[in-house]
Every structure is written in structure tokens, then in C-alpha cells.
């Protein structure tokens, strides 16, 4: 969803970024910041990456706040305690008090497919992005099978936003976990992307940009192949690279 604005020069399209509150049974639970569209998706990832569901689950807007308000059918499967949680668009895991909080244990992922090193350097150019076409302020994340071929697409002013959409498809699809899948992402590789990943069960990420030092480490610990910098045909491999073979 995009906007129009003026500035000195002219005028721009713009993302638009409005808060989500996510509520169970008429609770808030959780208010991220994101861009409207496939709300239901998003608060649906966004609950399982953190252990709070274990599949899909009945999701509506309801009409407060000018639908920025999501309802899920609860009960959820753990209990997070008096955790609230408050996500910008750019930070999927501010507002969590402890590392320890953040690490959602994540079952241990299959052996996965074995892509080569140019096929999964080549996702980034086959991620559709029309979004970011129109305002450069979007993030996306691509879920593929193992030959390339691109099944879900979302865009989002948030990266994590982007991936729980992603996500919160595959699992009203039926394809979680994303056992033999690759998740491709558009910009840096922080650590709430690889434990998105990890709990849906994809073992093999890819990004456009770098990684953090926290990403590698937990990518390490989970067994996730994380790769960055895939860009013009090359990439880095980080962690586990029995996954990719050469050319």
C-alpha cells in the first residue's frame, strides 16, 4: 500500500506504515508497526515464530482503529506470561527483555534440499518487488521450492513483517514446515529472521545484504545454511554449507 506526498522538488509514492494490534480472544497481545495488507498472515507468522501457535488458526480485522486491529481464536499453546509485545517496522524483536527470551526453541530441522551456489544466488533477482519498485521503502521475503521457482511473495516497511507474512501464508497453504523450501529475503540477515526461519522449519536463507554476528551464531546453533550478499551471480556462505553445491 503506498501513498502520495509532496516535498520540495515534486511529489513522491511513499509506503505507507500504520500499527497492527494483534489480539487473542479479544486480548491485545501484540502492536507492530507494518504495512497494511495480508494482516491475517502476518499476525498468524508472527504467533507461530514465537511458539504461540502450532498451525493456522481463524484470523479477521475487525473494525477498530480503521481496521488496524487483528482478532486470531485463541487458546494459544503456551502461555506468555505478562509479555507484551511492541515491534517497530524496523525491529521484530525490541521490547523483549532477555536473549534467552528471544531464542524460541525450534525442532531440528531436516537435511533440506541441495541447491547450487548460482541458484540460490540467483533469488534475489526473481523475488517479485513491486512494492519497492513504486517507493523504494519496502522489504520482501520469498519462499521458493528447490528449483527456483518462486510459491509465496510479500512485501512490508518491516523485514520481519515481510517473513511472518510469508510465513503465516505458508501455514494457512499447509507447507509448514518448510522442510524442503528456501527462504530469500531483500535486505541485511538479523538474528528474528534466521529464528523465523528456524522455528518454520526452513533450512536454508538467503539475503541480499549482510549478516549479524547473532545471526551467524543461531544460524549456527539451529542448523540453518545462511548465506548473504547474494547478488550479481555470488554470495557468502555462513553456516552450514553441505546445502549448496558448486556451480
Known sequence: MYTEVEHDGGRDTVAVEEPLEIRIDGRPLAVTMRTPGHDEELALGFLYGEGLIDGPRAAGLTDDFAANT???????????????????????????????????????????????????????????????????????????????????????????????????RALLDGLVPLGERVLCVSGRLSFELVQKAAVAGAPLLVGVGAPSSLAISLAQERGVTLCGFARRGTMNVYTHPDRISDG
Open 70 to 168: 487483528v482478532e486470531v481464536a485463541g487458546p494459544l499453546i503456551r502461555d506468555p506470561g505478562q509479555r507484551r509485545f511492541y515491534t517497530t517496522s524496523s525491529c521484530g524483536v525490541c521490547g523483549k527483555g532477555a536473549l534467552e527470551e528471544v531464542a524460541v526453541m525450534s525442532p531440528a530441522l531436516p537435511s533440506g534440499p541441495r541447491v547450487s551456489r548460482s541458484l540460490a544466488a540467483s533469488l534475489p533477482d526473481r523475488l517479485e518487488q513491486p512494492g519497492f519498485a513504486h517507493t523504494g521503502g519496502l522489504h520482501a521475503t520469498g519462499l521458493f521450492d528447490r528449483s527456483g521457482t518462486l510459491l509465496i511473495t510479500r512485501e512490508d516497511v518491516g523485514r520481519h513483517n515481510a517473513m511472518d507474512k510469508v510465513i503465516g
